[in-house]
T-cell receptor
Framework: DAGVTQSPTHLIKTRGQQVTLRCSPKSGHDTVSWYQQALGQGPQFIFQYYEEEERQRGNFPDRFSGHQFPNYSSELNVNALLLGDSALYLC????????????FGPGTRLTVL | EDQVTQSPEALRLQEGESSSLNCSYTVSGLRGLFWYRQDPGKGPEFLFTLYSAGEEKEKERLKATLTKKESFLHITAPKPEDSATYLCAVSGGSYIPTFGRGTSLIVHP
């Protein structure tokens, strides 16, 4: 049973560019959440997708957007990259909107130069 | 606003030396308190969910407990492979999880 998968593993971009990160949830899960984790910090909630709609959003600007596909996989898009966007981006999946037990993927390390 | 404070920030133990990690929280209407283990450069690994004060859960050398204001993660006779960062998170009325900064645990052989 495959767990949560994310791609790519690492990514290097320059300021002002745009990036797309991808996530496939654990089998049987239909809810996907995205988190940003800066070095030495805990994960910060970006937003959550359920039934192909954004259901909850954390304190992140509109430069951060997402999408969920009919097969429950999801994308995170970040426009106009800033140096401060450098972080580990984590995807977590769960079953249903109870959202209590989330299972995380390995993350995508984004470096903005 | 939900808040989570974890202490200590870092903890060094000798193999077999038991200890506890603390997670203090404030939340409006606790839906759940979660413990995760995170190895460097990897995603968090789910350990436990606690829902109400007095609840306890165990897994191998780990035991998590919950009161109305804090949770403890007790590590009994730790081994070097228990070295990791342990994250605590709470979910309240908004269902948006709030994470602490974690406790970095190093267990020396």
């Amino acid at each position: 049973d495959a767990g949560v998968t994310q791609s790519p593993t690492h990514l290097i971009k320059t300021r002002g560019q745009q990036v797309t990160l991808r996530c496939s949830p654990k089998s049987g899960h239909d809810t996907v959440s995205w988190y940003q984790q800066a070095l030495g910090q805990g994960p910060q909630f970006i937003f959550q997708y359920y039934e192909e709609e954004e259901r909850q959003r954390g304190n992140f600007p509109d430069r951060f957007s997402g999408h969920q596909f009919p097969n429950y996989s999801s994308e995170l898009n970040v426009n106009a990259l800033l140096l401060g966007d450098s972080a580990l981006y984590l995807c977590a999946s769960s079953a249903g909107q109870a959202r209590n037990e989330q299972f995380f993927g390995p993350g995508t390390r984004l470096t903005v130069l | 606003e939900d808040q989570v404070t974890q202490s200590p920030e870092a903890l060094r133990l000798q193999e077999g030396e038991s200890s506890s990690l603390n997670c203090s929280y404030t939340v409006s209407g606790l839906r759940g308190l979660f413990w995760y283990r995170q190895d460097p450069g990897k995603g968090p690994e789910f350990l436990f969910t606690l829902y109400s004060a007095g609840e306890e859960k165990e897994k191998e050398r780990l035991k998590a407990t919950l009161t109305k204001k804090e949770s403890f993660l007790h590590i009994t006779a730790p081994k070097p492979e228990d070295s990791a960062t342990y994250l605590c998170a709470v979910s309240g009325g908004s269902y948006i999880p709030t994470f602490g900064r974690g406790t970095s645990l190093i267990v020396h052989p």
